[in-house]
């Protein structure tokens, strides 16, 4: 599994949308970006899960989660479990290295 950790621009994109409004209309043109870029380089499958934050009413940002599924939804499963599969592991060598002290 590829991963890029970039401190300062998840700080700056950790910031909350400010209504539920424009998270709406920011994801929806994402995932629309997605589908193009998916026919542009022919990918076939592609599932993506985000998590995000909005500004509640009440002036506290709370967080949701959305995904998503483009080709055949028979692979959507396979490609979730895959994709634990592999966090999970990543995860585990890790802590493993910690223990060790490597």
Not at 64 to 79: D, E, K, T, V, W
């Amino acid at each position: 599994m590829s991963s890029k950790q970039d401190v300062k621009n998840y700080h700056e994109l950790s910031k909350p949308f400010e209504s539920e409004e424009q998270a709406n209309e920011k994801l929806n043109a994402f995932f629309d970006e997605i589908y193009e870029l998916r026919k542009k380089y022919k990918v076939p499958d592609v599932l993506i899960t985000i998590k995000a934050d909005v500004m509640g009413e009440e002036g506290s940002a709370s967080s949701f989660f959305s995904s998503h599924s483009y080709g055949a939804a028979a692979n959507a499963l396979s490609m979730a479990a895959y994709t634990y599969g592999v966090i999970d592991k990543t995860a585990k060598d890790a802590i493993g290295k910690l223990l060790a002290g490597k």
